[in-house]
């Protein structure tokens, strides 16, 4: 029996992401990267481009997207798919935002621990 | 045989009669032109968007030198003509030339009405007539201070916008209620007026100046009432008035203009004269669709053909200020036997006027929404009965007979001799048949075989709509490339804007350019953080996350997400101590590959991000600093070991190539430049296929340029040839100056030389000391900002986020 159970885990404080901008947050399942756009939006998806594996915590956000460092895919951070002609998805990871507050859910973590 | 035909004015008529003179009578005359302006024949009309930084003086050039030199005309640049001797036949100028003819031109155009105010004479006083007076206005508008427009027509009010819009603080007076009264009634001089003030300019009306006040200079104006306005500048714009004075002395019949019949003769049968100088049937004109219309019946008289007479019609009035679109059109004043339709809608701006005399319009005031200008013209033109739709004429010619709201279908719907470009007479019967019958595909093409829309450019859409109709899908009327799809507007109508706006943040870009987009995409933060940069560098602040990440943390991004790292070697040189510094790096952090470059140096791969300050901090140890190796900006300046050791070197490559790296390193650039100094032409640092290269000779050094080894391969061009070291470096860093200012985001030297012209490129650097040595001064300013080493800075804690991942969590210690 798979039993999920939402574990938050605090990440920091929104003030650590620049406007418009991503930091990343190491796990054992590999990267993820946490975005904070231009509206102070906060979003997480996996840290691994659909396409070649690009890190796209470092690509440049704008609107609520992002575009890959490598090839220049432009990934939606609200569903993790591919926006445009491009077919792919990342994992998107959800964020809570507490007055600044970030914490992310790690789900697959606590089965992983199991 | 030939006979002599001599002009006096190079204006927009004596050009346009002469092209028609040539299309009829090729080699009937040879061609004298003397004209008091130092320059060839040029738009006039568009000086407004030149003054406001739309357009550049180079786009609004009618005739090169090349088409003198073509049509075998002798062009007398800067030469007034002083006396006219009938009796001889001949004419003198000013700098002693004399000429004599068997037919003369006079098209000596106007002149500004000065009025007659003490003060008038002060230096910073002028008029608004010609490309010398704009200049005047650019160059005091740099002061960003006050300035005063003396009238509230047509040119008054393109020049307070202009000014404005190059950061001056501008007050408009006019002496009449209302603004453009003689085009527009009171109610659409009120919208005018409410539009000009949200432009930050002041409108003064009812203003009568008593005087220009002011020492040396001008230093403010004093009204009749007694209110003085500061000012640094005064532009008077109050009219103009035939320049007859010429034709006057040589005892020409003149009354307000020099009087011709209706085939632009004069009172002496060997004399003609058109244009704004002239007067036919009492009266005289100042707009371009009737001097044009001079200009080709003086062609048709000069040709032998004296069929064709001048009639008076109506020409309809636009406004060049961008976003304020008004239209006027013969006679609006009320009138017992007159009736008027007005329609107006407040939230929209618009104001529609039409009045009409037995059923037929006889005036137009169109404000806010102009497009249904050109069927009213129409309707006016031929006297049609309104009558039958009456009830719907005021909306405009998509209402007339439930046709469908298609922003084609009113231009469809034209007959085909309506006129569609009212400056050149062009009407749409013969734009269609020149876009079927030539192949016609794009506006430039209709607008150098038609003239439709190349003067003042207003009825541009119209035409485009044309095309659209005429050609269907295969017509792309985005013929300016967008920088990507947040935008219409093309990289150079951006950098432009940039300028002539002063714009200095991606947010105002984006607010004043309106973008589609809230906040840009990854195509246009970069190339307009790059304009930013290039265009102020004392002032913009470089904004961090629009920069590709290679340039946020000054390493280049490799495919599996390390880092690669490339010290500057100058010129290619290094040393034991720095070889030593590299291996014990490699070491200390397990870097596993170690790659000698392209451009001489060391590429270090495979670094962790997170490593990446660290390693910096042992590299700076030993004296290194970033090579930009990732930037859109100076890279490598590779060199040969010259003079100091090779038994071929003329010079010392190997010094200069260091010196031009130590005087540009750090700038940036709009794609990466590449450089090389070769010490004699075996060439041996592979100077001819670089962004920029040297090659070194006996008798100095020759600057190339263009040159690519990428994804094109292409030789360089010879830019030209210099005695010494220091113009070598003056004259490379002027020309890296010119294309920072000029290339579009990503477009590297060989593409940008290939757009603008080698030739102009020649011109501006070789040529033009003045400009060089502007654009020299402009770099090395620009360095003052730009020549911080980026490493050093994130050793020093800038930017640390970066490095550092934000949290580290589930890993079981985390989780105890």
């Not at chain 2, 064709?308 to 109506?314: L, Q, T, W």
């Not at chain 2, 009212?422 to 607008?447: F, H, P, Q, Y």
């Not at chain 2, 730009?786 to 890993?811: C, I, L, N």
């Amino acid at each position: 029996m798979t039993k999920i159970h939402i574990n938050w885990v605090d990440i920091g404080d929104i003030n650590d992401i620049p406007l418009r901008g991503a930091r990343c947050v190491k796990t054992p399942q590999g990267k993820i990267a946490v975005f904070r756009t231009a509206d102070n939006e906060v979003f997480a998806i996996e840290d691994h481009c659909p396409h070649r594996g690009g890190p796209l915590s470092q690509g440049i956000v704008h609107g609520t997207a992002v575009t890959c460092p490598l090839h220049n895919w432009v990934i939606s951070l609200e569903t993790g798919k591919a926006l445009g002609a491009d077919q792919g998805e990342v994992r998107t990871i959800r964020v809570r935002n507490d007055n600044g507050a970030l914490s992310i859910a790690l789900e697959s973590l606590m089965m992983a621990a199991e | 045989m030939t006979q002599k035909l001599v002009i006096i004015g190079n204006g927009m008529a004596p050009g346009r009669m002469l092209e028609h003179l040539f299309e009829q009578a090729p080699s009937q005359y040879d061609v004298t032109i003397f004209n008091a302006e130092p320059r060839v024949n040029y738009d006039r009309i568009m000086l407004s968007p030149v003054l406001s930084g739309e357009k550049t003086y180079e786009q609004i050039v009618i005739h090169g030198d090349g088409w003198y030199i073509e049509n075998g005309i002798m062009l007398y640049k800067g030469h007034k003509i002083v006396s006219i001797d009938r009796a001889a036949k001949s004419v003198t100028s000013d700098h002693g030339v004399t000429e004599s003819y068997d037919k003369l031109v006079i098209a000596t155009g106007s002149v500004p009405f000065i009025i007659p105010v003490p003060g008038k004479d002060l230096p910073g006083v002028i008029t608004y007539r010609d490309l010398d007076d704009v200049q005047a206005m650019l160059l005091a508008a740099q002061s960003r201070e006050k300035a005063v427009v003396i009238g509230g027509g047509l040119l008054g009010l393109e020049a307070a916008a202009g000014l404005a819009s190059r950061g001056m603080d501008v007050t408009v007076l006019h002496v009449m209620p209302t603004l453009m009264e003689r085009q527009l009634d009171p109610a659409a001089g009120y919208l005018l007026q409410k539009a000009v003030e949200q432009r930050g300019i002041k409108v003064i009306t009812k203003a009568n100046t008593k005087q220009i006040v002011g020492t040396d200079k001008v230093e403010g104006i004093e009204l009749d009432n007694g209110t003085i306005i500061p000012a640094t500048l005064v532009v008077m714009a109050v009219g103009i008035r035939p320049n007859a004075a010429i034709a006057q002395e040589a005892g020409l019949a003149v009354n307000r203009g020099i009087v011709v019949d209706s085939g632009m003769q004069t009172s002496d049968g060997d004399i003609l004269a058109l244009g704004e100088c002239a007067e036919v049937g009492g009266m005289v004109y100042g707009l371009v669709a009737p001097l044009y219309e001079m200009a080709r019946i003086a062609a048709a008289h000069l040709a032998g053909d004296r069929s064709p007479a001048f009639v008076h019609s109506d020409t309809p009035t636009k406004l060049k200020v961008t976003g304020i679109n008004l239209f006027s059109l013969g006679d609006f004043a009320e009138g017992d036997d007159r009736e008027e339709i007005v329609l107006r809608d407040a939230t929209a701006g618009v104001y529609k006027r039409l009045v009409l005399k037995d059923n037929r319009i006889i005036g137009t005031v169109l404000y806010g929404e102009t497009a249904d200008g050109a069927w009213f013209n129409d309707l006016k033109k031929k006297a049609t009965d309104i009558s039958e739709m009456r009830e719907t004429l005021i909306f405009g010619q998509a209402y007339q007979g439930g046709s469908p709201l298609d922003p084609t279908a009113a231009v469809a719907a034209l007959p085909d001799d309506a006129e569609i470009c009212g400056c050149n007479g062009v009407c749409k019967g013969k734009i269609t048949s020149a876009i079927t019958g030539k192949g016609l595909t794009s506006l430039d093409e209709v607008r150098a075989h038609t003239k439709a829309s190349a003067s003042c450019g207003s009825c541009t859409g119209l035409v485009e709509q044309l095309m659209t109709l005429t050609l269907g899908d295969s017509y792309n009327p985005a013929a300016v490339q967008p920088m990507c799809g947040c935008s219409d507007l093309g990289h150079d109508d951006v950098r432009r804007l940039i300028k002539a706006k002063r714009l200095k943040t991606i947010p105002a870009v984006m607010q004043e350019l309106e973008w589609k987009t809230s906040c840009g995409c990854a195509k246009c933060r970069p190339a307009l953080n790059y304009y930013l940069v290039c265009d102020w560098p004392n002032e913009y602040a470089d904004d961090y996350q629009s920069r590709f990440i290679n340039e946020r943390v000054h390493a280049n991004i490799q495919k599996d997400g390390t880092y690669s790292v490339v010290p500057r070697m100058w010129g290619g040189v290094t040393n034991s101590g720095e070889l030593r510094a590299i291996a014990d790096v490699v070491d200390k952090f397990e870097i596993p590959m170690v790659k000698v470059t392209g451009g001489q140096r060391i590429d270090l791969l495979g670094i962790e991000k997170e490593d990446l300050p660290a390693v910096w901090a042992d590299l700076g140890k030993a004296g290194f600093v970033s090579g930009q190796a990732y930037a859109k900006g100076l890279r490598t300046v590779k060199t040969c070991v010259g003079s100091d050791w090779c038994r071929f070197g003329t010079q010392d490559s190997t010094g200069l190539g260091i010196r031009i790296e130590k005087f540009m390193w750090g700038s940036w650039t709009p794609a990466k430049l590449k450089l090389a100094v070769s010490g004699c032409p075996r060439n041996c640092a592979e100077a001819t296929c670089k962004d920029i290269g040297v090659i070194c000779v006996d008798s100095g050094f020759e600057i190339h340029f263009a040159g690519a080894a990428g994804l094109d391969i292409k030789g360089t061009e010879i830019l030209g040839l210099v005695k010494s070291e220091d113009e070598a470096l003056h004259y490379i860093v002027a020309l890296t100056q010119m294309y920072r200012e000029q290339g579009r985001y990503l477009e590297r030297i060989y593409k940008w030389g290939k757009r603008i012209g080698l030739d102009e490129i020649r011109r501006q650097i070789m040529g033009d000391t003045e400009k060089r040595h502007a654009y020299y001064e402009r770099f090395v300013f620009s360095q003052k900002f730009a020549q911080v080493d980026p490493w050093s800075e994130r050793v020093s804690g800038k930017d640390k986020h970066e490095f550092r991942p934000m949290a580290t969590v589930g890993y079981p210690e985390a989780a105890e």
